[in-house]
C-alpha cells in the first residue's frame, strides 16, 4: 500500500508575484541607498563638495548665485540643443558628408563659446554681491577643472595592494 502524503502546493502566479515584489523593493532599497551617493551628471562616486569648507549659508548663496546665472544663458543653451540636433542630422547624410559635420562642429564650438560667454558674464556681475571669504572660496572650486577628483575617486576605491594593476601574471 501506498501511503499518500498531503502536499500542499503553492501556486505558481503567487510564487511569481512574490519574487517579481521582493525584486522591486530590491531595487529601490538600492536606488535609495546609492542615490545620494551620485554626482548630477550620473557619474560615479560621491559629489564633490561644493565650496569644501564653506558655510551652509555661504554655500546656499553661491548655488543661488550660480543657478541665476545658468538661467540667464535659457536662449543660447536653446540655441545650443538646435545646433546639436544640426549636427545629429549631419552625422546622418548617406553618404557621408565630412563637411557637413566639420561645420556643424564649427557651429557648435561657436554655439557653447556663446552659452559660456553669457553665463560668465552674468557670474562676474552677480560676483560682487559675494563677500571675500565666499569669494575665496568660489576661487577654489573654479580652479580646479569638472572632474579633477573622479581619478582620486577611483583610486581610493580600489584594493591597493601596492603592485601592478594589470592582469595576474602567466603561472607555468
Known sequence: MSETRPTRRIPFWLTLSVMANLLLVGLLIGMALRGPMHGPDGGDGPRPPMLEGASQEDRMVV?????????????????????????????????????????????????????????????????????????????????????????????????DDGGPHGPPPDED
Open 63 to 159: 548655488r543661488k548665485m550660480m543657478m541665476e546665472s545658468f538661467r540667464s544663458a535659457e536662449k543660447e543653451v536653446e540655441d545650443r540643443r538646435v545646433v546639436r540636433k544640426q549636427l545629429g542630422e549631419a552625422l546622418q547624410i548617406e553618404p557621408y558628408d565630412a563637411e557637413a559635420v566639420r561645420r556643424a562642429f564649427a557651429s557648435l564650438r561657436i554655439a557653447d563659446e556663446t552659452v559660456h560667454a553669457t553665463i560668465q558674464e552674468s557670474l562676474v556681475y552677480r560676483m560682487g554681491d559675494l563677500t571675500l571669504e565666499q569669494r575665496k572660496s568660489l576661487a577654489e572650486m573654479l580652479a580646479r577643472e569638472p572632474g579633477d577628483d573622479r581619478g582620486r575617486r577611483r583610486m581610493r576605491m580600489r584594493d
